[in-house]
Nanobody
Framework: VQLQASGGGLVQAGDSLRLSCTASGRAVSGYSMAWFRQTPGKEREFVAAVGVNGLTDYAVSMKGRFTISRDNTKNTMYLQMNSLKPEDTAVYYC??????????????????WGQGTQLTVSS
């Protein structure tokens, strides 16, 4: 399976943006997926995850502002981001867990990653 992330860009604080992650090569409806983000010099940080049954989970700082969803008919996952802050600036990566690793918060649980899409939020 290959993942293609898109939708990043330059926005102002308070704006909204939606990221997309489209899978190809195999249907991903049977796997949990997630978004992570990374800034220079830091480890990849968990943002949100969505399970096979649609159950979602969020990092504390994103809860209430970000919404993760998936459309299995399009083999695509989304991240709707509202009330963006400058500290949300990062490269956002999507990932899929095809090995059914139990810890959805760890980057190491995900075996396939998209290439990343840059989000820059100006103040």
């Amino acid at each position: 399976v290959q993942l293609q992330a898109s939708g990043g860009g330059l926005v102002q604080a308070g704006d909204s943006l939606r990221l997309s992650c489209t899978a190809s090569g195999r249907a991903v409806s049977g796997y949990s997926m997630a978004w992570f983000r990374q800034t220079p010099g830091k480890e990849r940080e968990f943002v949100a995850a969505v399970g096979v049954n649609g159950l979602t989970d969020y990092a504390v700082s994103m809860k209430g502002r970000f919404t993760i969803s998936r459309d299995n008919t399009k083999n695509t996952m989304y991240l709707q981001m509202n009330s963006l802050k400058p500290e949300d600036t990062a490269v956002y990566y999507c990932a899929v867990n095809t090995n059914y690793n139990p810890n959805r918060y760890r980057a190491s649980s995900y075996d396939t990653w998209g290439q990343g899409t840059q989000l820059t939020v100006s103040s």
